[in-house]
């Protein structure tokens, strides 16, 4: 137990380290230039928290989930994108080892993974699903000895331009339904990424998030053996929605941090006087203290349920809805704390270089509603709440 | 350090006596400042001193008096230059 939890304390200490000395002075050139966040993921590197969730066995840290969440909390209170590719590659990494189910392939994939510090994208978005996750339209297509290939048109992968490897969702073969999914893991070499469109957006603008046509050639050994209609709840969407939040839960929590700053320096220049911005920034606890319960809660569920043997209670209606839950209300909660932030701070957070600005903030947790669309994920939800009795 | 402490005490802290005619060591709850006063003693401090003083200083006996309260300040500058 005491290994366990060092392990967990020098993992955050050391991104902790990485977010103070290498997130946060580059999150506002990253922001403006819309570039990678190159300082902080290669700081990462050198800490080896790529492989942090990786097993001890395998080459890996170690770390409890818990810790990894945490860790996206803190590099998301420096730099939103920074927070935002460390979560995405860690949501691959936990449902590859969540569902080896005993694949050498995949075994021996973590231990590079690890001893390389190589950096997963994921392709799962396309275009022509709706934004559903659970259907695909590219297929695994076998080219005969043991190989496929599949061809899939992609309106953004996050970082696709600087991973090493790719995570991909796809019909199972040409002939599967649409829900048929399986993963697969593509590296360096095997795939090429043809740009479609620019990356310019309103926030998260180090994700470098174009779209692609996105080709590879794979061996069946690269195939999860898990399926995936079983990783997508058990692993791929819980664990998405909760590092997503804690992050936005960081970003929140510096919007606030700045708002206190703001009105304890306006106090101090005039100590006794009114303030009417320390009324707002009560406001503002309130509903950062309704995100941090929201998020916290989650996460103790997932780890209690992670527990059970089977996991079984994470494929429930009541769960798939409580995760649900999780990303549409942080989503919602946390530009709605960083407006509030701004508000506290008027034209100093209005404006983007003070040390009360809060514009960034605002824009990165502003793309979280869209990261799966809230629509579509009430749209889910509805239909199990037709059939679901116990939410 | 004690004669900028005198000096905000007679600003911000409200008191009804004149301040110079307390000792050092003279309660200034007994004298009659409030915390609401208190509060604007130690945003007054920290802004003077450059400094912030942690939650776990923010007690009713670190402002207490004249000497607590460079004490603590004493304290804090010398943790700072550590």
New interface residues.
């Given amino acids: 137990m005491s290994v366990a939890v060092d392990r967990d304390q020098a993992f955050l200490a050391a991104v902790r380290r990485v977010a103070d000395e290498f997130a946060e002075p580059n999150a506002d050139d990253v922001d403006r230039s819309a570039r990678f966040p190159v300082e902080a993921i290669d700081a990462l590197r050198q800490e080896r928290a790529l492989s942090a969730y990786v097993p001890v066995e395998l080459g890996g840290g170690g770390v409890s989930f818990e810790s990894l969440a945490t860790a996206c909390f803190e590099l998301g209170r420096r730099c939103g994108a920074s927070a935002m590719v460390f979560a995405m590659h860690q949501i691959q990494v936990v449902t590859i080892a969540r569902h080896l189910d005993g694949s050498a392939w995949f075994e021996s994939y973590l231990r590079e993974l690890a001893d390389e510090q190589r950096l997963v994208a994921s392709v799962t978005s396309e275009v022509g699903t709706g934004g559903d996750m659970g259907r695909s339209v590219a297929a695994l297509t076998p080219n005969g000895s043991g190989t496929g290939s599949f061809e899939k048109q992609a309106p953004t992968v996050s970082y696709g331009e600087h991973a090493d490897d790719l995570l991909t969702t796809l019909r199972r073969a040409p002939d599967a339904e649409p829900g048929d999914q399986v993963l697969a893991l593509t590296r360096a070499g095997q795939h090429s990424l043809e740009q479609t469109g620019t990356w310019d957006p309103l926030g998260m603008r180090g994700t470098c998030s174009p779209g692609y046509v996105v080709r590879a050639e794979l061996g069946a050994e690269q195939v999860l053996p898990a399926p995936f209609a079983h990783a997508m709840p058990e692993s791929m969407v819980p664990v998405s929605h909760i590092l997503w939040s804690h992050l936005w839960l960081g970003i929140a929590t510096d919007a606030f941090d700045r708002a206190r700053a703001f009105v304890r320096a306006s106090a101090k220049r005039k100590p006794g006087e009114p303030l009417p911005a320390a009324q707002k920034l009560s406001h503002v606890m309130s509903e950062l203290s309704l995100l941090r319960a929201e998020v916290d809660s989650a996460l103790r569920s997932f780890a209690e349920a992670s527990e059970e043997p089977g996991r079984e209670s994470l494929s429930t209606m009541a769960t798939i809805l409580r995760f649900n839950n999780l990303k549409i209300a942080a989503s919602e909660q946390a530009p709605r704390v960083c407006q509030g932030a701004m508000a506290v701070c008027g034209i100093a957070g209005f404006k983007n270089d003070t040390s009360f600005s809060v514009g960034r903030h605002l824009r990165d947790t502003m793309s979280a509603c869209l990261m799966v669309a809230n629509e579509r994920i009430h749209q889910t939800n509805a239909g199990l709440l037709l059939v679901a009795k116990e939410v | 350090m004690t004669d900028e402490v005198r000096r905000i005490v007679k600003e911000?802290g409200?008191l009804p006596v004149d301040v110079d005619s307390l000792p050092a060591d003279a309660d200034l709850y007994e004298a009659g400042m409030t915390s609401h006063?208190s509060?604007?003693?130690m945003?007054?401090l920290?802004?003077s001193f450059d400094l912030e003083f942690p939650d776990h200083m923010l007690t009713r006996d670190a402002f207490e008096s004249i000497s607590a309260i460079s004490a603590a300040l004493g304290q804090l500058l010398h943790q700072e230059a550590a």
């Fill in positions: 911000h409200r006063a509060v604007n003693v945003l007054a920290e802004d």
